[in-house]
Structure formats: structure tokens, C-alpha cells
């Protein structure tokens, strides 16, 4: 989905890229670059007071691992916040626009900073507390450890500013996941309605949950914040808390992400994916030749795959150009004015045709090749059964040994074009 010509002329910023465009130098360069210059920042920072105050190592490792955590935040939220910058939607209608328009505005709004305050809050009432839930306070152990009264203002500065840094991240990624889940609701409401659900495709949803696992990249990098436990026993109790919640959040976020995705298929085109026996795929070949040949398929219930020999032409094809189109349909009685089809055009991703990649597939994704298999067996029971009695007089080409002879694709709908009873159906994202 690109915004395109429907994109508001309004400029979606989070509210620290707005910041950085006031200051100097960092409105010097462009994000995410504004953000490691301020992360080399802290780097040289806190390297200077550690070696000027003769501060304990294990202090400089949990700032090392501060300043990386930021880093990976860094990639993630950005990346994520740059592909919804750059979103278009081809075919433009009001419910698209309101729906992307509604999330834009609530994931780019200021108020995302009071999970952020709240957050900070905690913390510093948490530092500046002699004692704290049975803990002493994290700047009453490091002024024992420096040997001094007070501590000097430029490393009180450099510690307020780190933690103001990271909580504002952690509030953020907290903010934007919980966006995240209010988009999906919304989003559950426009498919509820018979009128409505027809301006969303399952393509729509599948590119959502691609472009959320930016987010995901973002909050993974909380685990490299581990490490600040070996200062403050309670901030790694809080931070352990913090993963919990919002690696179950986005568990949450996938898991109703996809129920969505398949309540988005009308119900013709799930029928006939099906229950069709027979599909049309067409590839390309590296003269540029034009590749068309029927073959058995199983939809299930995301992606469809076929399995093919590893010698085969199509494997071929696609291993220089990954483009694939897969034609279904279905005529009742030669009737064609009862028929329906799907003409799907996407790119596919091979399973098997080299040895040690397959072996490593197989194992990490096992449970979802155990279920392709179950799949074909029950769509096939005939063809399996009789390839399987068979196979020892048949060519290897033609055995059915995963990684061996065969090799699974699997192919990933970028625009589909259905059709029912003559009427086309554009599902296009």
C-alpha cells in the first residue's frame, strides 16, 4: 500500500525526528543518521567519564549496552516508520483512505511521548529514592562507588539524558505496538461489514504484518538492554517485565493478524482454492521465454505451494527471476456462466533445490513441511498413494523424496484478480 496522490500533504514524523530538525548538528543530516550521530555521542561521552572518574567497568558495559540497544532500536523504528512514509495505494477507495489515514495519524501522534514520560517518571522517582521496593537508589551505589558527596553535574547530565533516551524509546515501541492492536480491531470492524470488507485484500493484511516486523526488530532490541541489571538488580526485574509484556503483546498482534488475513478471502475464491485439483503456472526463463505448465497445488490458508522435481523447468526459471503467475478456476458442467477464477501474481520462494539450505529449512520449518504433506495427501490420496507404490521404477526426477528430487515453492500473492460468474473481482494491494 502506497499513500501516493491520497497522502495527506502532511509530514509524518516522530516527535524526535521533528526535534532533531531544530538542533545542530543534527539537523545537519538525514534520519536515521541524526540518530547514530547521537548515539557516537554517548558513546565518546560516556567513555570520557569512564576513563577521567576511574568509574568500575561493569558500569561501562551496561552503558555500552544502552548505547547498542538504541542502535537496534534505531534500525528498527526507523525502517518501520519509512515504509509507512512511503505507502501508496494503487486503487484508491474512501475506506482505504480512512482506515491508513486513521493509523498514520495515531501512530505519528505527540501523545505517543506520554507513555514515554510515564515510563521516565518511573525511573528517575526510582533513582533519586535513597531507598526503593527494598532496593538502595542507583545514584546513592554510585556515588559509594566514586567515593564522592555528589555527584558531578556533567555525569548526572549524561545519565538523565541515556535514561530519558531509552525510556522514551521503550514507551515509543510500547506505544506503537499498542497502535498496532487498535489498528487491527478497526480493521476487524471494516471486515465484519458485507459492504466494506471488499476494499481490503488479504494482500492489504499480508503487507501490514510484513511492515510490523520492523517494529518487532525495534522491541527485540530491549534484550541487549539486559545487561543494566549488573548496575540495579530491580531495573533488570522491570526490564524482564517489560519484555514479557510486549513480546506478548506482539505474539498477540501476528496471531489475530493472520485470523484477519484469512477472514479477508471472500468466500468463492477460499472455496476454490480448495477444492480446485489443478492450477496453470507461469514463469520466466532466462532467455526471457515465457514458462506455462499445469501442476497440483494446496492452498494453506496463506500462501499456496506446489511440489515439483528439482530438475524441473519452473525451478529453473525461478532461480533467476523469482516472478511467478499461478491461474485457478472452475467451470460447474462446462458452464461458463457458472464459473469462477483466480489469476494470482506474486514470487515464489523455493524449498529443496539445494542440499544443505533444504536440510536447514526442513529442520528450523519441520512442522509446517509435516503439514504441506498432510495437505497434499488429502487433497491427492490417489496420485500420492500411487507415486509412493511406485516410485522405486520411476526416474528420480519423478520421485517423491523432499530435498532429494523434490522441491517445494511457495508462492506469495502480491495482486490477485478474481472473478465469479463473469464478474471480475480486482483484489489488488
Not at 547514530?36 to 558513546?43: D, G, T, V
Not at 465484519?192 to 492489504?204: A, C, E, I, M, Y
Request: aromatic residues 18%; glycine residues 6%.
Amino acid at each position: 500500500m502506497k499513500l501516493g496522490s491520497m497522502q495527506p500533504p502532511k509530514k509524518y514524523q516522530f516527535l524526535q525526528e521533528q526535534v532533531f530538525e531544530g538542533i545542530w548538528p543534527f539537523n545537519k543530516v538525514r534520519p536515521p543518521m541524526n540518530v547514530f550521530l547521537l548515539l557516537i555521542l554517548y558513546f565518546i561521552w560516556g567513555l570520557a567519564l569512564f576513563v577521567y572518574y576511574d568509574i568500575p567497568v561493569y558500569y561501562f558495559i551496561a552503558g555500552i549496552s544502552g548505547v547498542f540497544g538504541l542502535f537496534l532500536w534505531t534500525i528498527g523504528i526507523f525502517s518501520y516508520a519509512d515504509h509507512l512514509r512511503n505507502v501508496q495505494v494503487e486503487r484508491i477507495n474512501s475506506a482505504n483512505k480512512k482506515f491508513l489515514t486513521e493509523f498514520l495519524e495515531n501512530l505519528f501522534h505527540p501523545s505517543s511521548l506520554v507513555v514515554s514520560v510515564l515510563v521516565f517518571s518511573f525511573v528517575i522517582t526510582y533513582y533519586f529514592t535513597s531507598t526503593s521496593f527494598g532496593f538502595k537508589s542507583i545514584l546513592v551505589k554510585i556515588q559509594y562507588e566514586l567515593n564522592v558527596s555528589t555527584l558531578p553535574p556533567v555525569f548526572l547530565l549524561y545519565i538523565f539524558l541515556l535514561t530519558f533516551d531509552l525510556c522514551y524509546r521503550l514507551g515509543l515501541s510500547l506505544y506503537v505496538i499498542l497502535t498496532q492492536i487498535r489498528r487491527n480491531i478497526r480493521l476487524a470492524g471494516y471486515l465484519k461489514s458485507p459492504h466494506l470488507r471488499t476494499s481490503f485484500s488479504p494482500v492489504d493484511i499480508n503487507n501490514l504484518e510484513k511492515m510490523d516486523y520492523y517494529n518487532y526488530l525495534a522491541i527485540c532490541s530491549s534484550f541487549a538492554l539486559l545487561p543494566l541489571g549488573i548496575i540495579d538488580l530491580f531495573l533488570l526485574y522491570c526490564l524482564t517485565l517489560f519484555i514479557v509484556l510486549t513480546f506478548s503483546l506482539m505474539l498477540f498482534n501476528i496471531v489475530h493478524l493472520r485470523i484477519l488475513y484469512s477472514r479477508s478471502f471472500p468466500e468463492g475464491l477460499l472455496n476454490l482454492l480448495h477444492s480446485a485439483k489443478l492450477a496453470r503456472v507461469g514463469t520466466i526463463s532466462k532467455n526471457k521465454f515465457p514458462h506455462l505448465v499445469p501442476t497440483l497445488f494446496v492452498f494453506d490458508g496463506r500462501s499456496i505451494f506446489i511440489a515439483t522435481s528439482i530438475a524441473s523447468q519452473k525451478v529453473k526459471n525461478l532461480k533467476y527471476n523469482t516472478n511467478i503467475t499461478i491461474f485457478i478456476d472452475s467451470q460447474p458442467d462446462g458452464d461458463l456462466t457458472k464459473g469462477k477464477g483466480v489469476l494470482i501474481v506474486g514470487h515464489a520462494k523455493i524449498y529443496g533445490h539445494k542440499l544443505w539450505i533444504g536440510i536447514f529449512y526442513y529442520l528450523v520449518r519441520g512442522f509446517r513441511m509435516a503439514r504441506l504433506l498432510m495437505l497434499f495427501r488429502r487433497k491427492y490420496p490417489n496420485y500420492i498413494s500411487y507415486y509412493l507404490k511406485g516410485q522405486k521404477n520411476l526416474p528420480r526426477a519423478w520421485q517423491l523424496f523432499p530435498i532429494i528430487s523434490r522441491a517445494i515453492i511457495e508462492i506469495i500473492p502480491d495482486q490477485l484478480y478474481f472473478w465469479k460468474a463473469s464478474r471480475p473481482t480486482l483484489i489488488k494491494f
